[in-house]
T-cell receptor, first 115, second 115 residues
Framework: KQEVTQIPAALSVPEGENLVLNCSFT??????LQWFRQDPGKGLTSLLL?????REQTSGRLNASLDKSSGRSTLYIAASQPGDSATYLC??????????????FGQGTILTVHP | SAVISQKPSRDICQRGTSLTIQCQVD?????MFWYRQQPGQSLTLIAT?????????ESGFVIDKFPISRPNLTFSTLTVSNMSPEDSSIYLC????????????FGEGSRLTVL
């Protein structure tokens, strides 16, 4: 059974700092790994999707890496801004499953960027 | 991507009643799913909504409690039946667009509070 863990659970940083959020998964047989952002009381916004054959994906100030063999993914946020404050979730989709949408989610990292 | 609209966005319900949540997508999608997010928790897949046939439920979720319909490629409903306070959660619709890269997109969610 896939298990996804995110460290740290919460992070508070001053504006402008570069930061790294960590995600680990127990079963390396994944189809892809996706990073989401969730604002309080809201739905999820997809940030980056990394296919199992890829090593990293970039979108603006965000860069996500994937190391399947070690069961790890990181989300790097450059030059953080107060608007980046949210909960960040990573989710793994296992290969070979019958349910394409059965993502296993981590518990999330609550990020606060203060001015 | 896909634009996903959920109704209602939030509701306060009485114990023992039922509520139907609607999910409308602006384009045809290959797959639709319903997730639950209990307070302070991450997301759990309830079921896959299958067009024109019965939904596929995950372990711990049953049709009598969470009946689901999907009459066409862009619309689905989830009913939470005979509600109890333990059903207080955010319910989220998610889809895989027809481009089918495996990336999931989520609606804004429906926040239910059961008194």
């Amino acid at each position: 059974k896939q298990e996804v863990t995110q460290i740290p659970a919460a992070l508070s940083v001053p504006e402008g700092e570069n930061l790294v959020l960590n995600c680990s998964f127990t079963d390396s047989a994944i189809y892809n790994l996706q990073w989401f952002r969730q604002d309080p009381g809201k739905g999820l916004t997809s940030l980056l999707l990394i296919q199992s054959s890829q090593r990293e994906q970039t979108s603006g100030r965000l860069n996500a890496s994937l190391d399947k063999s070690s069961g790890r993914s990181t989300l790097y946020i450059a030059a953080s801004q107060p608007g980046d404050s949210a909960t960040y979730l990573c989710a793994a989709l296992n290969a070979g499953g019958t349910s394409y949408g059965k993502l296993t989610f981590g518990q999330g990292t609550i990020l606060t960027v203060h001015p | 991507s896909a634009v996903i609209s959920q109704k209602p966005s939030r509701d306060i319900c009485q114990r023992g009643t039922s509520l139907t949540i609607q999910c409308q997508v602006d384009s045809q999608v290959t797959m639709m799913f319903w997730y639950r997010q209990q307070p302070g928790q991450s997301l759990t897949l309830i079921a896959t909504a299958n067009q024109g046939s019965e939904a596929t439920y995950e372990s711990g979720f049953v049709i009598d409690k969470f009946p689901i319909s999907r009459p066409n490629l862009t619309f689905s409903t989830l009913t939470v039946s005979n509600m109890s306070p333990e059903d207080s959660s955010i319910y989220l619709c998610s889809v895989v667009p027809a481009s089918n890269t495996g990336e999931l997109f989520f609606g804004e969610g429906s926040r239910l509070t059961v008194l």
